[in-house]
């Protein structure tokens, strides 16, 4: 296992247009986080599960973001109808329960 | 006030100097962990810790539990060392991390 992967690593669209993201944990990881950076800042929390469950959302998930961990194992984050500032860096990471987080490379979303 | 502040923002050192990082936070914590992160995003996990003191290489993280307050060490900085690095709290087994801005450090040769 190489660690955590993250899809696409790069993603430029139109305001308006839907876009969505995957990451695949490492295998035996339950936990899988979602986090949101923007240029300057350190990452934001936005979501995270524990195998399928989605336990807490942040309040910066709006209702155009939805994260789906189907059999808990990858996940995707889908943005609806994506405005400029949504652009970021959005990085996922996972974990066993209470243990160190391993992260994605991250994927930069450019909103035009 | 965020909940975890770090300190200093940049830091321009010549190779082989002694770096700190400090990083005070205002919550009940489980955890802190210590980050790096090169250009291109990619973040690496350097430390978890709850109490005391670990050392990995050149690297040494302590945490003072009861004045909120943790610091990161490089000894012998080289220019690889050269990345942001991030302090990060756990609150309180909650394990979503809340992140310091990062520490910008730059070593010259």
């Known amino acids: 296992d190489t660690g955590v992967s993250q899809d696409p690593r790069h993603k430029i669209t139109k305001r308006g247009q839907n876009v969505t993201f995957r990451c695949d944990p490492i295998?035996?990881?339950?936990?899988l986080y979602w986090y949101r950076q923007t240029l300057g800042q350190g990452p934001e929390f936005l979501t995270y599960?524990?195998?399928?469950?989605?336990?807490?959302k942040s309040r910066l998930l709006s209702d155009r973001f939805s994260a789906e961990r189907p059999k808990g194992s990858f996940s995707t984050l889908e943005i609806q109808r994506t405005e400029q500032g949504d652009s970021a860096m959005y990085l996922c990471?996972?974990?066993?329960?209470?243990?160190?987080?391993?992260f994605g490379p991250g994927t930069r979303l450019t909103v035009l | 006030k965020n909940e975890v502040e770090q300190s200093p923002q940049n830091l321009t050192a010549q190779e082989g100097e002694f770096i700190t990082i400090n990083c005070s936070y205002s919550?009940?914590?489980?955890?802190l962990h210590w980050l790096q992160q090169h250009p291109g995003g990619g973040i690496v996990s350097l430390f978890m810790?709850?109490?005391g003191k670990k050392k990995h290489g050149r690297l040494i993280a302590t945490i003072n539990i009861q004045e909120k307050h943790s610091s990161l060490h490089i000894t012998a900085s080289h220019p690889r060392d050269s990345a942001v690095y991030i302090c990060?709290?756990?609150?309180?087994?909650?394990?979503?991390?809340?992140f310091g801005t990062g520490t910008r450090l730059t070593i010259i040769p």
């Open positions: 990471a996972s974990s066993l329960v209470a243990d160190t987080q391993y």
């Open positions: 295998s035996e990881h339950n936990r």
């Open positions: 599960f524990q195998n399928e469950a989605q336990l807490e």
């Open positions: 919550v009940g914590i489980s955890a």
């Open positions: 810790l709850s109490s």
């Open positions: 990060a709290v756990d609150n309180f087994g909650n394990e979503k991390l809340t």
